[in-house]
């Protein structure tokens, strides 16, 4: 018995590595025949993987400096495009956008079947229009971000008097922004605060979501060999599945309180919220699995990409002590040292403007795109993308290409503050600033987003002077940066505030 079992298990492992170096001769054959773009030399079974590193977007704008902006990639059995120039981004996004409007999913995706129910990980078609529609027209529409101004203002507020009772001690910026935005995006789809920095429940929700995220952005072969998917190799399905399993559970009690409220007809909220669109939604082929999966999605990314954002900011702006006294005089003269923020001041200040533009080219929240799919074979600057290739637009490198910005590693926010970057936005328009990506895979929370970091960030500078624990140098501040779906500063800033305003505007 145990002899057949070795026999069996050498036929099975004979037979996975035999059809995977056919499948391998078969895609470097037709690579061979392929007009593709130029690309690295790859190594057998490999490809170009171990060329990528730890922090692939610095890698690969290495690589596209030697084989230029359109570059092509064997990533273990798949092949990737790579996009690295304003140029080629808008080929991608605007000359060819509905050809490239797929994604190539990566494994973490799939657990739990999420991308059935998925908005970002959506194919292209019916689904994605039906739920990008319903959510751009309840959320991200300009009268429905007037509607729920007093969220912003009311969560803003919360997070400026949490700072003013902890004046001149040691503060987290990112955990307290981070809550900020998951309190913002709970209120607007279930009308409460679902989080508080001091309830060990919500301190393991806020992990759970993290972990989800770092899970989803980990390096994971089965997404290059899609026949070790069985395998789960590194375990991140099976770990993913855990966290997903966390949150699932915590979303689901919510989502039945809210059914038995709806069947009774009391303990609803005044005014009609997101779940509840959401849930009568559901009259329309959505299901539970649906609005749980696009809840998931707008916590998470509605939370975490602000956070990070206003994170790095704030390290900038602490950095850069000239640029932070510009932006409070500034604020000074428009809003004066006798109120706080309000949101309808944010068009008034242009110079918070280009800080946030300078922000977002330095440190863009997902410094590689998510991966886009060719639908069909395309041509693009002479060369042809094959169907189902993968294409990753490199954000991280069009923000510092010498060739598009004087002095691209200096943080210089008068770049965008006068001259002919001054009307340069991050909406989609201009390639050369594209942190939200552009076309018709633009982020879905830009417009919230972009209210939300220019009134946090206002807020946190206008109301308070900030600087660094005893014995740290701000010339020496630290700026690495961690690679991941997000790009996240690798050592988290502790800062110490000091109110600038009258104690009772707190």
Request: aromatic share 8%.
């Amino acid at each position: 018995m145990e002899m057949q079992w070795v026999i069996w298990l050498s036929a099975l492992v004979s037979s996975v590595l035999t059809c995977f170096l056919l499948d391998l001769t078969v895609k470097r054959k037709n690579k061979s025949k392929a007009n593709l773009p130029p690309g690295p030399p790859a190594w057998p079974i490999v490809g170009n993987l171990l060329q990528l590193g730890k922090k692939p977007n610095e890698s690969l704008w290495a690589l596209s400096q030697q084989y230029g902006p359109l570059m092509t990639l064997s990533l273990g059995m798949k092949t990737a495009v790579v996009v690295s120039s304003p140029e080629m981004a808008k080929e991608v996004f605007k000359t060819h956008d509905q050809n490239f409007a797929g994604r190539t999913l990566i494994e973490a995706a799939k657990v739990n079947s999420h991308h059935e129910s998925s908005i970002v990980f959506a194919q292209y078609g019916d689904y994605w229009r039906k739920m990008r529609r319903i959510a751009t027209t309840e959320l991200f529409t300009p009268t429905r971000l007037q509607a729920l101004q007093h969220l912003r203002r009311d969560q803003v507020s919360q997070t400026i008097r949490m700072v003013f009772e902890k004046r001149g001690k040691t503060l987290n910026i990112k955990h307290l922004v981070f809550y900020e935005g998951l309190n913002l995006m709970s209120n607007i789809i279930f009308s409460k605060n679902l989080f508080d920095p001091t309830n060990p429940d919500s301190v393991e929700l806020r992990n759970a979501f993290n972990e989800s995220l770092r899970l989803a952005g980990k390096p994971n072969l089965a997404d290059f060999y899609p026949f070790l998917r069985f395998l789960d190799p590194q375990g991140v399905s099976r770990d993913l599945g855990v966290v997903f399993k966390r949150l699932n559970n915590y979303l689901d009690v919510v989502i039945q309180d809210r059914l038995a409220a709806r069947r009774k007809g009391v303990g609803l909220p005044k005014e009609k919220d997101f779940l509840n669109i959401l849930l009568d939604s559901t009259a329309h082929d959505f299901t539970l699995e649906n609005i749980r999966a696009l809840i998931t999605e707008l916590l998470t990314t509605g939370s975490d990409t602000t956070t990070t954002t206003v994170e790095w900011a704030m390290v900038e702006l602490i950095a850069n002590p000239h640029v932070m006294k510009q932006a409070q005089e500034e604020l000074e003269e428009i809003i004066g040292l006798n109120r706080r923020v309000e949101e309808s001041d944010i068009d008034h200040l242009p110079y918070l403007h280009a800080i946030v533009k300078e922000v977002l080219r330095l440190h863009p929240t997902l410094p590689l795109a998510l991966p886009h799919r060719a639908d069909n074979s395309c041509e693009v600057a002479g060369y042809m993308i094959p169907k189902h290739t993968m294409v990753i637009v490199n954000v991280w490198a069009i923000g510092r290409d010498p060739k598009i910005w004087k002095e691209p590693l200096k943080f210089m926010p008068e770049r965008f503050f006068n001259g002919e970057n001054s009307k340069m936005t991050y909406k989609g328009q201009d390639f050369e600033l594209i942190p939200f990506g552009a076309g018709r895979r633009i982020c879905l929370g830009l417009p919230l987003a972009h209210q939300m970091l220019h009134f946090t960030i206002a807020s946190l500078i206008h109301s308070f002077n900030w600087s660094l624990p005893r014995g740290m140098n701000y010339e020496k501040i630290d700026m690495s940066d961690t690679f991941g779906m997000v790009l996240k500063k690798a050592i988290e800033l502790h800062a110490i505030s000091t109110p600038r305003l009258p104690d009772h505007l707190y």
